[in-house]
């Protein structure tokens, strides 16, 4: 059974940065486009960041130049360096695998990661 566990949310003030981590198990990690999505109270959830298996990004226009995703595929785990986080950034985090040209998120979700950006 595929497990993503997220990790490393908190609160901050706006300007500051945190670093997420996701863990993955239970699915051949390495051959896998992997991606950050996030959910803001009373949004939709949306698409962050993408990695692929080789190591190509995309980012959503909102984050490039301040998040930067990252994997390691011996150790199952994808990043999110987040760095200038504003008060907008404020969402759970999830991580998922990602399908496709549109990063469809095709696994189960897990609990995500809170970031809260104070003003």
């Known amino acids: 059974q595929v497990q993503l566990v997220e990790s490393g949310g908190g609160l901050v003030q706006a300007g500051g940065s945190l670093r997420l981590s996701c863990a993955a198990s239970?699915?051949?990690?390495?051959?896998?486009?992997m991606g950050w999505y996030r959910q803001a109270p009373g949004k939709q959830r949306e698409l962050v960041a993408a990695i692929t298996s080789g190591g190509l990004t995309n980012y959503a226009d909102s984050v490039k130049g301040r998040f930067t995703i990252s994997r390691d595929n011996a150790k199952n785990s994808v990043n999110l360096q987040m760095n200038s986080l504003k008060p907008e950034d404020t969402a759970v985090y999830y991580c998922n695998f990602a399908f496709g040209s549109a990063y469809y998120p095709s696994g189960n979700w897990g609990q995500g990661t809170q970031v809260t950006v104070s003003s």
């Open positions: 239970g699915r051949i990690f390495s051959i896998n486009t």
